[in-house]
């Protein structure tokens, strides 16, 4: 089955820093540009930090600027999502979500070829 799978969300504390781990299943991510997005209860879909399948980054979110980086292990398949400086307003259900080479500024669904199921933080003392 091709699928993306999320993991690493959890609790964390305003302050701390987590790390989200993205990995492919039933494919290879050497040609995909992976993307990060999340969504609090009744707020929009946010498009965060994506890199391109050549390593090129491109830092979508400028709630997120200066704080959250992505990054690539081709050789494990996984993307990883680097979150510092966590806020409350970071809480959300996170998602990576995959399409061909280029990252592109769309948080549509449609647009992009492989979802994961969405991993939760919960930003909070």
């Known amino acids: 089955q091709l699928q993306l799978v999320e993991s690493g969300g959890g609790l964390v504390q305003p302050g701390g820093s987590l790390t989200l781990s993205c990995a492919a299943s039933?494919?290879?991510?050497?040609?995909?540009?992976v993307g990060w997005f999340r969504q609090a209860p009744g707020k929009e879909r946010e498009g965060l930090p994506c890199i391109g399948s050549n390593g090129d980054i491109s830092n979508y979110g400028d709630s997120v600027k200066g704080r959250f980086t992505v990054s690539r292990d081709n050789a494990k398949n996984t993307v990883y999502l680097h979150m510092n400086s966590l806020k409350p307003d970071d809480t959300a259900i996170y998602y990576c979500?995959?399409?061909?080479?280029?990252?592109?500024?769309?948080?549509?669904?449609?647009?992009?070829?492989?979802w994961g199921q969405g991993t939760h933080v919960t930003v909070s003392s």
């Open positions: 979500a995959a399409a061909l080479y280029y990252c592109f500024r769309t948080v549509y669904r449609d647009d992009w070829n492989y």
């Open positions: 039933g494919f290879t991510l050497d040609d995909y540009a």
